[in-house]
């Protein structure tokens, strides 16, 4: 049962244009949601997060949108550069301060240059 | 501030065997997180220490156990080790409440053969 879903495996895109990344989640109880970013042989990196009660947060380049109703939320790059090339994570985590991290698959993002 | 620390970072293991793998959280933070990363599963919620107490317990067999010392020090055990169980083992401290995000180690590669 995967509560968490990221359901493209890959995206590829051309550098100075928009990512977007994908995430969906089943467990309404879920009210914190986090990205990570993953280099080859590291440790995922925190990017950005969003609380339930936002529908959305902005960071530089990248913006989480989050629609509560659908279970759904998205990364967007903009723009995106070659160094944006890695495995993205979205996490979620449930109410009552459970330090449990719920991931996606994850999805990997080729930035071409 | 020195960051997460997993060690060893590289191990090959025989089946059979067994394997404690170690993590030295964040200074301060009093809660450890470990994951399992596999290739198309993402990252799999282990089990979660906090103050020394398993708080938080995800779904994999017995084989797999940890502990928390005084120091916040982490250490995970797998016993009787399976072909399956080679993964990138990572672990997360936090500070210990919800929404302050978590820190990831680089992780640990386990190869059992």
């Known amino acids: 049962d995967q509560q968490v879903k990221q359901n493209s495996p890959s995206l590829s895109v051309q550098e100075g244009r928009i990512s977007i990344l994908n995430c969906d989640y089943t467990?309404?109880?879920?009210?914190?949601f986090l990205w990570y970013k993953k280099y080859p042989a590291e440790g995922p990196t925190f990017l950005i997060s969003i609380s339930s009660i936002k529908d959305k947060n902005e960071d530089g380049r990248f913006t989480v949108f989050l629609n509560k109703s659908a279970k759904h939320l998205s990364l967007h790059i903009v723009p995106s550069q070659p160094g944006d090339s890695a495995v993205y994570f979205c996490a979620a985590e449930g109410q009552g301060g459970s330090e449990k991290l719920v991931f996606g698959k994850g999805m990997k993002l080729t930035v071409n240059p | 501030k020195a960051g997460v620390t997993q060690t060893p970072r590289y191990l090959i293991k025989t089946r059979g065997q067994q394997v404690t793998l170690s993590c030295s959280p964040i200074?301060?933070?009093?809660?450890v997180s470990w994951y399992q990363q596999t290739p198309g599963q993402g990252l799999q919620f282990l089990f979660e220490y906090f103050s020394e107490t398993q708080r938080n317990k995800g779904n994999f067999p017995g084989r797999f156990s940890g502990r928390q010392f005084s120091n916040s020090r982490s250490e995970m055990n797998v016993s009787t080790l399976e072909l399956g169980d080679s993964a990138l083992y990572l672990c997360?401290?936090?500070?210990?409440?919800?929404?302050?995000?978590?820190?990831f180690g680089s992780g640990t590669r386990l190869t059992v053969v």
């Open positions: 467990n309404s109880m879920f009210d914190y």
């Open positions: 997360a401290s936090s500070p210990g409440a919800a929404n302050y995000g978590y820190t």
């Open positions: 200074s301060g933070h009093r809660s």
